[in-house]
């Protein structure tokens, strides 16, 4: 099994490079199906390996001029302050058992798996519905920003991360697009930039705490989400991003419906 997450690892970071998102989606349930990690120190190691590989990514981004800062940084900064409380202090308070009925017990691991189905559900409407709306690719220097919507959507996005250690690129680059009105390449580069930011400062949360990380391991798969990430860049002008998201779209849905079903029933 070992060997087929290591190669999961590789497409967690392609997908992140064709479509800026979705990758880390993948991250937990390879950690915990094929690494047989917990959930609870999965969601930890998904923070630092979607964190990094975004950040390699979001070099040729800059290069390119598809990154904004000053919306990165209003988008940015509430996401990555919610995102670092929640690993710091809520996560740690949440208990082991947190609800008990009759012979059912609702654990800590079982509803983080529950919590990143429902994100996987979302990621794949997401990704499968129509993108009609996307802003056209046409560079903008000064877009339009809905400050209250932005910063409440960067909160929002900054706590599930803290939840489920995803990145969160499904809700960041709709938000983006559409809320900032930056053409889908900017919102995709400048997506890159804040999953980086709030996924590594996310994950200082849990170091500076009392996680016990097993580096070899996720040092290996987050080198080959980097490697995944510099092909997906590669061929990322030459390959049409919208059928491929559709295609992952719905591949994460299958995910979703089993981790769901694997879980509760």
Same mark, same amino acid.
């Given at each position: /099994? ?12 392609? $997908?992140?490079?064709? !479509?800026? +998102? ?5 991250? &937990?349930?390879?950690? @915990?199906?094929?690494?047989? %990690? #917990?959930?609870?120190?999965? =969601? ?5 390996? @979607?964190?990094?590989? *975004? ?6 981004? !800059? ?12 988008? +940015?900064?509430?996401?990555?302050? =919610? ?6 202090? %809520? ?15 609702? =654990? ?11 994100? /996987? ?8 519905? *129509? $993108? ?9 220097? #000064?877009?339009?920003? #809905?400050?209250? $919507? &932005? @910063? ?19 809700? !960041? ?27 590594? !400062? ?20 987050? +080198? ?11 061929? *990322?002008?030459?390959? $049409? ?5 559709? +295609? ?6 299958? /995910? ?10």
């Amino acid at each position: /099994m070992e060997i087929a997450g290591y190669i999961a690892s590789i497409l967690i970071g392609i $997908s992140l490079g064709l !479509i800026g +998102g979705g990758g880390s989606t993948l991250t &937990v349930p390879v950690l @915990v199906f094929l690494f047989g %990690i #917990n959930p609870v120190l999965s =969601t930890a190691y998904s923070l630092f390996i @979607v964190g990094s590989t *975004s950040l390699v990514g979001v070099i040729s981004k !800059i290069k390119q001029g598809h990154v904004h800062f000053k919306t990165a940084l209003i988008f +940015g900064i509430p996401s990555i302050l =919610t995102v670092f409380i929640t690993r710091k202090w %809520i996560m740690p308070a949440v208990p082991e058992e947190i609800f008990i009925y009759s012979s059912f017990v609702l =654990t800590k691991p079982v509803l983080i798996m529950v919590l990143f189905a429902l994100l /996987m559900l979302g990621a794949a409407y997401s990704m499968i519905r *129509s $993108s009609k709306k996307e802003t056209e690719d046409v560079a903008v220097s #000064n877009p339009y920003i #809905n400050y209250l $919507s &932005v @910063v409440l959507d960067g909160s929002i996005v900054g706590l599930l991360t803290g939840f489920v250690g995803a990145g969160g690129g499904f809700l !960041i680059i709709p938000a983006l697009n559409l809320l900032c009105k930056l053409p889908i390449k900017q919102a995709v580069g400048t997506s890159l930039l804040i999953i980086a930011s709030k996924s590594l !400062i996310g994950f200082m949360g849990d170091v500076t705490g009392d996680v016990i990380i097993d580096w070899s391991l996720l040092l290996s798969v987050t +080198g080959l989400a980097i490697l995944g990430i510099l092909i997906g860049n590669k061929y *990322s002008k030459k390959i $049409s991003s919208k059928r491929i998201k559709k +295609g992952f779209g719905w591949f994460v849905l299958a /995910m979703g419906i089993y981790i769901l079903g694997k879980e509760l029933i």
